[in-house]
C-alpha cells in the first residue's frame, strides 16, 4: 500500500522559509516520481516541483531535495510571499511523470495522479 505522509507546513512571516516533507511508504524515487502540488485558497491545483520541473513562481526559491533512501523528498522553501499561502500536497506518480494539472483541484481523480498525500497549510502573512 502507498501511503504519503507531508510535515514541515505551519504559518510565516514574508521573507520567512519553511522546509516540507514527504515520508513515502510504498513507493521511492527510485520507482516513481515524487513531487509537490499547491492549492491555494478559491484556486485551481498547480504543480509547484518535480525532480524534473520547477514553476516559474518559484523557481530560484524553492528547492526539491531527498534522503538517501528515496523514501523522503523535501521542498525547501525560501523568500516566502504571501501569494505562497496554499494547501501544499505530496504526489506520487508511479508511471511516467507528474502531470501538470488544468482546471482541477488536488486530488481530484481528473487530476490524473496515482497517490496523493493529505495535505500540510502553508500560510504567509505580509
Known amino acids: 500500500m502507498v501511503r504519503l505522509v507531508e510535515s514541515g507546513g505551519g504559518s510565516v512571516q514574508a521573507g520567512g522559509s519553511l522546509r516540507l516533507s514527504c515520508t513515502a511508504s510504498?513507493?521511492?524515487?527510485?520507482?516513481?516520481?515524487i513531487g509537490w502540488y499547491r492549492q491555494p485558497p478559491g484556486k485551481n491545483c498547480e504543480l509547484v516541483s518535480t525532480?524534473?520541473f520547477t514553476a516559474p513562481s518559484v523557481k530560484g526559491r524553492f528547492a526539491i531535495s531527498q534522503d538517501n533512501s528515496g523514501h523522503t523528498v523535501f521542498l525547501e522553501m525560501n523568500s516566502l510571499k504571501p501569494e505562497d499561502t496554499a494547501v501544499y500536497y505530496c504526489?506520487?506518480?508511479?508511471?511516467?511523470?507528474?502531470?501538470?494539472?488544468?482546471?482541477?483541484?488536488?486530488?481530484?481523480?481528473?487530476?490524473?495522479?496515482?497517490?496523493w498525500g493529505q495535505g500540510t497549510q502553508v500560510t504567509i502573512s505580509s
Open positions: 504526489a506520487a506518480q508511479n508511471r511516467g511523470f507528474l502531470p501538470q494539472i488544468y482546471g482541477s483541484s488536488c486530488r481530484h481523480p481528473n487530476a490524473l495522479v496515482n497517490y
Open positions: 525532480f524534473g
Open positions: 510504498g513507493v521511492t524515487t527510485d520507482d516513481s516520481d
